[in-house]
């Protein structure tokens, strides 16, 4: 039997106060567990009430301490003050499909806001959900409400909000390195095995085996640079950035032209890129038609080892394909290039001094022209070797 719930469809443009007394009913701050009681809210946390709030009010909390360019920060693209490690959810593209198929869920624990002590209300949990009812054209949302009195307390309640619950992305083990990393940055946390394994127990007390725990804390105390900034990329977020530096169509009549493309969607890239040069460009004098990747959410604790294999993985599908095309429809004549993988748009600062953030990184010269991300790190690796023998 399936349950219904009060949901608010997408078409409402905005929440009422009936919508907030459901919401109270459904989730009782009262008598409701872990979120709203002093004795288990972080020290310097305190539930305030639940209320409508206009979005318009409502900070996003930027990291300040990332170098990177404005243009990306004005884009949204780097990850979230004291929030994800990788800018967006693991889930965040299933939370939206929810959102858009059945409405928003009054039944679920409400998006929280809390006033920090730069005494602005920026959003705690809820981000995933916030940027789909701001594209829906919403003016305000349901809040639970917060004051917290210094950042450290903050950052706590951003990991222990973000629990396992339908529609949430919860917390990944990114996402405790993260927070670990930056108390101890901040200096409310020491660089001790028992003050970082307290820590994570207190922010995420079931959400880990105890080895994955014990491997969580041993990476915030050897430093494995996994707190630097990532971006995490959508088809909308791809083509703003192409606008930003300087990749635009048809520039001077030139007839090239951009198409971005997840590579997740590998298996029918092909399909996608001819179907928009056939239909999108019908008409237009199209002398090459280049794809560009971009990685949506990295996934796990080693962002470049993520974004490397995510774009060996789509290279290597596209290559099959395009063989096995080639042999099947073009056994006399040469396949047109009007199509051409062309590169993918970087998302790892760590790896800004090879990969610029503001240029794509090329398939069609140096080293990638012949070779996968594996092969020039197995051959680097190699290089490295012999040299350290001779």
Same mark, same amino acid.
């Given at each position: 039997?399936?349950?219904?719930?009060?949901?608010?469809?997408?078409?409402?443009?905005?929440?009422?106060?009936?919508?907030?007394?459901?919401?109270?009913?459904?989730?009782?701050?009262?008598?409701?567990?872990?979120?709203?009681?002093?004795? *288990?809210?972080?020290?310097?946390?305190?539930?305030?009430? @639940? !209320?409508?709030? /206009?979005?318009?009010?409502?900070?996003?909390?930027?990291?300040? %301490?990332?170098?990177?360019?404005?243009?990306?920060?004005?884009? /949204?693209?780097?990850?979230?003050?004291?929030?994800?490690?990788?800018?967006?959810?693991? %889930?965040? +593209?299933?939370?939206?499909?929810?959102?858009?198929?059945?409405?928003?869920?009054?039944?679920?624990?409400?998006?929280?806001?809390?006033?920090?002590?730069?005494?602005?209300?920026?959003?705690?949990?809820?981000?995933?959900?916030?940027?789909?009812?701001?594209?829906?054209?919403?003016?305000?949302?349901?809040?639970?409400?917060?004051?917290?009195?210094?950042?450290?307390?903050?950052?706590?309640?951003? *990991?222990?909000?973000?629990?396992?619950?339908?529609?949430?992305?919860?917390?990944?083990?990114?996402?405790?390195?993260?927070?670990?990393?930056?108390?101890?940055?901040?200096?409310?946390? @020491?660089?001790?095995?028992? +003050?970082?394994?307290? !820590?994570?127990?207190?922010?995420?007390?079931?959400?880990?085996?105890?080895?994955?725990? /014990?491997?969580? *804390? #041993?990476?915030?105390?050897?430093?494995? /640079?996994?707190?630097?900034?990532?971006?995490?990329?959508?088809?909308?977020?791809?083509?703003?950035?192409?606008?930003?530096?300087?990749?635009?169509?048809?520039?001077?009549?030139?007839?090239?032209?951009?198409?971005?493309?997840?590579?997740?969607?590998?298996?029918?890239?092909?399909?996608?890129?001819?179907?928009?040069?056939?239909?999108?460009?019908?008409?237009?004098?199209?002398?090459?038609?280049?794809?560009?990747?971009?990685?949506?959410? #990295?996934?796990?604790?080693?962002?470049? !080892?993520?974004?490397?294999?995510?774009?060996?993985?789509?290279?290597?599908?596209?290559?099959?394909?395009?063989?096995?095309?080639?042999?099947?429809?073009?056994?006399?004549?040469?396949?047109?290039?009007?199509?051409?993988?062309?590169?993918?748009?970087?998302?790892?600062?760590?790896?800004?001094?090879?990969?610029?953030? +503001?240029?794509?990184?090329?398939?069609?010269?140096?080293?990638?022209?012949?070779?996968?991300?594996?092969?020039?790190?197995?051959?680097?690796?190699?290089?490295?070797?012999?040299?350290?023998?001779?």
């Amino acid at each position: 039997m399936s349950i219904i719930v009060h949901t608010v469809p997408l078409s409402a443009k905005k929440f009422t106060l009936d919508d907030l007394d459901i919401s109270k009913k459904y989730i009782n701050p009262e008598v409701y567990p872990g979120l709203y009681s002093k004795d *288990v809210l972080p020290k310097g946390v305190e539930f305030i009430d @639940r !209320r409508l709030m /206009n979005i318009s009010d409502i900070s996003m909390g930027v990291e300040e %301490n990332v170098d990177i360019k404005p243009e990306m920060l004005k884009m /949204n693209l780097v990850q979230g003050f004291l929030a994800r490690a990788y800018g967006r959810g693991a %889930n965040a +593209d299933d939370v939206h499909a929810q959102i858009e198929v059945f409405g928003y869920k009054l039944s679920s624990i409400p998006i929280s806001v809390g006033r920090g002590p730069n005494n602005k209300d920026t959003i705690i949990n809820g981000r995933t959900r916030l940027e789909k009812l701001i594209a829906a054209g919403f003016t305000n949302v349901i809040v639970d409400y917060y004051t917290c009195t210094d950042w450290d307390c903050f950052g706590k309640m951003v *990991v222990m909000t973000n629990g396992v619950q339908d529609p949430y992305s919860p917390h990944t083990k990114a996402d405790i390195i993260v927070h670990c990393n930056q108390a101890i940055n901040n200096g409310s946390l @020491r660089k001790e095995y028992n +003050d970082i394994l307290a !820590r994570v127990k207190e922010i995420a007390p079931s959400s880990f085996k105890q080895a994955t725990v /014990n491997k969580i *804390v #041993l990476n915030v105390l050897e430093g494995n /640079n996994h707190t630097s900034a990532v971006l995490a990329f959508t088809e909308t977020s791809a083509k703003e950035w192409l606008k930003t530096f300087g990749y635009h169509d048809n520039v001077n009549g030139n007839g090239i032209y951009y198409k971005v493309i997840s590579t997740q969607f590998h298996s029918k890239a092909i399909t996608m890129a001819a179907k928009y040069l056939q239909r999108d460009l019908a008409g237009c004098d199209v002398k090459e038609l280049r794809v560009i990747l971009h990685t949506d959410t #990295l996934d796990g604790a080693d962002p470049e !080892r993520s974004w490397k294999s995510k774009i060996d993985t789509f290279r290597s599908k596209w290559d099959n394909a395009l063989d096995d095309i080639t042999k099947s429809f073009f056994i006399t004549t040469k396949p047109k290039t009007t199509v051409k993988l062309y590169g993918v748009i970087p998302a790892v600062q760590l790896l800004q001094e090879i990969y610029p953030m +503001d240029k794509l990184v090329m398939f069609h010269v140096g080293k990638l022209k012949d070779m996968s991300f594996s092969e020039i790190d197995s051959d680097t690796g190699l290089n490295n070797f012999f040299q350290q023998a001779a």
